[in-house]
């Protein structure tokens, strides 16, 4: 994405709720960070920003899909980093090693500009205190729940880069509630990088008690949850690692069936 979007994105989503604190300590960063690109009149104004009915930000007057797209985008971003940060902050320092780990997994996911920018972004966010529960109340209420399954799986992954330790399970668990994730697809996310025995049976939300009709009915209500096309406003790249959920639940769903001889 362009640093232009990235920026119009961040500075809308600014104007109100309680992401606003963090993005006006980011301004001045923001500013540096896309070569001292300047909002002036003709560029941007504030009044013109209003909130989309899907979440984020967009320009007022009538709203073009493009638009719209944008605006959840931009939105989507800017909660991951702050998220992200949430997460990196959990056992108390950045080290180098955890940096690289976002900056790695920002561009295998979004490209080589976008993983400059975030770095950027995460150092100056490690100086804030975030409030998950702040945070997440906004994200909830202009994200749609596949959006919201989406962010705590790159969220989840960030975490399992270097191995997940106690607090930022803590902190994943703080989130998940933050952003209105049920226990069933928290456990869900948090058990496809696992290797556990019940893992399958988790993935599927099920307990290994399950019949299996109760196993297949299981299969398609996560397949379909965890469809990618529930998150294609959000672009190529995020539909195509939402892909790597599905193929988790049917994955999930092959070692049952193998196990009990379905």
């Known amino acids: 994405m362009g640093s232009r979007k990235w920026l119009y994105g961040i ?15 980011l301004a001045g960063t923001v ?15 504030e009044t013109t920003w209003r909130r989309t009915s899907g979440g984020g930000y967009t320009t007022g007057g009538s709203t073009t899909s493009e638009q719209y797209r944008t ?3 931009n939105s989507f971003m800017m909660s991951l980093l702050v998220l992200a ?9 950045l080290s180098s090693a955890e940096l690289q780990n976002v900056r790695n997994f920002i561009r295998t996911n979004f490209g080589d500009d976008a993983a400059a920018q975030a770095e950027s972004i995460v150092r100056q966010l490690m100086a804030k205190d975030i409030n998950i529960f702040e945070v997440g109340a906004q994200i909830k209420m202009y994200m749609n729940y596949s959006q ?16 997940m330790v106690q607090a930022e399970l803590d902190v994943l668990d703080s989130i998940a509630s933050a952003i209105g994730l049920s226990n069933t697809d928290r456990d869900s996310l948090l058990n496809m990088y ?10 599927l ?9 109760e196993v297949r009915k299981a299969y398609k209500r996560m397949a379909l949850k ?21 193929k988790k639940v049917q994955e999930a769903y092959e070692t049952i069936k193998k196990e009990r001889g379905m």
Do not use: N
């Open 205 to 213: 939300g099920i307990e290994p008690t399950a019949t299996d009709d």
């Open 148 to 163: 919201r399954l989406q962010l705590f799986q790159y969220l989840v992954q960030l975490a399992q880069c270097d191995g």
């Open 85 to 93: 940060t949430a997460v990196i902050k959990a056992d108390g320092r």
């Open 194 to 203: 696992r290797q556990e025995k019940e893992s399958a049976y988790k993935i």
């Open 31 to 45: 500013f540096d960070l896309f070569g001292g690109t300047q909002i002036t009149g003709g560029d941007f104004d």
């Open 11 to 25: 500075l809308g989503w600014a104007i109100l709720g309680p992401m606003g604190a963090l993005i006006g300590f």
């Open 71 to 73: 605006g959840q985008r």
């Open 226 to 246: 965890y469809h990618p096309d529930k998150v294609a406003t959000l672009g190529e790249d995020v539909q195509k690692a939402a892909e790597e959920k599905f």
